[in-house]
Nanobody, 115 residues
Framework: QVQVVESGGGLVQPGGSLRLSCAAS????????MAWYRQAPGKQRELVAS?????IYADSVKGRFTISRDNAKNTVYLQMNSLKPEDTAVYYC???????????WGQGTQVIVSS
């Protein structure tokens, strides 16, 4: 029903920065949860950051990543600074709509941190 599209991934050197964007095709309420997950090769998908009633971060990214959103644009961002090789993964955007119980995922965007 709701299309979710990520963008902004790419190749970056350790210590560099990237900003990921995720746009939803329909209006998102302030109480809806917009989150970023990532999955490295051979590993389980893990929560990176979430924006909803509260803002949370994985311990591994605290102080380096910042999640933000523009509800008017139905868009959530992930600013990633001081990137490390272990941040290499496919990053996925997730939107969970509280009232309609919708759960939507983007196709993912690749982030590679390497010299």
């Amino acid at each position: 029903q709701v299309q979710v599209v990520e963008s902004g991934g790419g190749l970056v050197q350790p210590g560099g920065s990237l900003r990921l964007s995720c746009a939803a095709s329909e209006s998102i309420r302030s109480i809806d949860v917009m989150a970023w997950y990532r999955q490295a090769p051979g590993k389980q998908r893990e929560l990176v950051a979430s924006s909803g009633g509260v803002t949370i971060y994985a311990d591994s990214v605290k102080g380096r990543f910042t999640i933000s959103r523009d509800n008017a644009k139905n868009t959530v961002y992930l600013q990633m600074n001081s990137l490390k090789p272990e941040d290499t993964a496919v990053y996925y955007c997730n939107v969970w709509t509280v009232i309609t119980r919708g759960d939507y995922w983007g196709q993912g965007t690749q982030v590679i941190v390497s010299s």
